[in-house]
């Protein structure tokens, strides 16, 4: 994580977003006090994919020990296509 005096963003803003885009984040301050962060922008359906894996997940956990069958998962499947 880079460190960046507000003035200094200024003047090279373009070179920070370069940074930005490479998956930097880059703290910006003002007389030693940080007042904002320039994070990468997650793209929608790649936070959508982690939210359906995570969910996913903890669906599985709270499955019996003996697991599922094809007709339950082919169910589900469909239940949430309705």
């Given at each position: 994580m880079k460190t960046v005096q507000a003035t200094d963003a200024k003047a090279h803003l373009a070179q920070l977003l370069s940074d930005v885009?490479?998956?930097?984040?880059i703290i910006i301050t003002r007389h030693g006090k940080p007042i904002a962060r320039l994070v990468p922008s997650v793209d929608d359906e790649?936070?959508?994919?982690?939210?359906?894996?995570?969910?996913?997940r903890e669906w599985r956990r709270q499955l019996p020990p003996s697991g599922i069958t094809v007709e339950e998962l082919l169910s589900a499947?469909?239940?949430g296509r309705r």
């Open positions: 885009e490479r998956g930097e984040t790649q936070e959508r994919r982690r939210t359906a894996v995570a969910a996913l499947r469909d239940e």
